[in-house]
């Protein structure tokens, strides 16, 4: 098992930017890949962001050049940097990890909110 805590949400004017954490804890020397999905109300839940290492990252291509992952192995860490926001991030953001590749994203953290005002 594998658990997730998200820290870093919150309120934040259209152009500002926020750093989103996750901590992993329990056997997270099998996590493989770590990343992130976000839920706006009344949409489908949708890709972010995933790392495995620095190496190997993938950003949802609407994303790219706003949203950055990285990921601190030794502390368990993934964060998210979210720069020039706009009320269409606003949502609840989720961390999740996996133990390989070819699985689905087996754990998943409580979520933090982000609200992006205009």
Same mark, same amino acid.
Not at 99 to 111: A, I, K, L, T
């Given at each position: 098992?594998v658990q997730l805590v998200e !820290?870093?949400?919150?309120?934040?004017?259209?152009?500002?930017?926020?750093?989103?954490?996750?901590?992993? !804890?329990?056997? &997270? @020397?099998?996590?493989?890949?770590?990343?992130?999905?976000?839920?706006? /109300?009344?949409? @489908?839940?949708? $890709?972010?962001a995933a790392i495995v290492s620095?190496?190997?990252?993938?950003?949802? @291509?609407?994303?790219?050049?706003?949203?950055?992952?990285?990921? /601190?192995?030794?502390?368990?860490?993934? %964060?998210?940097?979210? +720069?020039?926001? +706009?009320? +269409? /991030? &606003?949502?609840? %953001? %989720?961390?999740?990890?996996? $133990?390989? !590749?070819? /699985?689905?994203? +087996?754990?998943?953290?409580?979520? &933090?909110?982000? &609200?992006?005002?205009?």
């Amino acid at each position: 098992q594998v658990q997730l805590v998200e !820290s870093g949400g919150g309120s934040v004017q259209s152009g500002g930017s926020l750093r989103l954490s996750c901590v992993a !804890s329990g056997r &997270t @020397e099998y996590n493989y890949a770590m990343g992130w999905f976000r839920q706006a /109300d009344g949409k @489908e839940r949708e $890709f972010v962001a995933a790392i495995v290492s620095h190496a190997a990252v993938r950003i949802a @291509e609407p994303l790219k050049g706003r949203f950055t992952i990285s990921r /601190d192995i030794v502390r368990n860490t993934v %964060y998210l940097q979210m +720069n020039n926001l +706009n009320p +269409n /991030d &606003t949502a609840i %953001y %989720y961390c999740v990890s996996k $133990f390989r !590749s070819s /699985d689905s994203w +087996n754990y998943w953290g409580q979520g &933090t909110q982000v &609200t992006v005002s205009s």
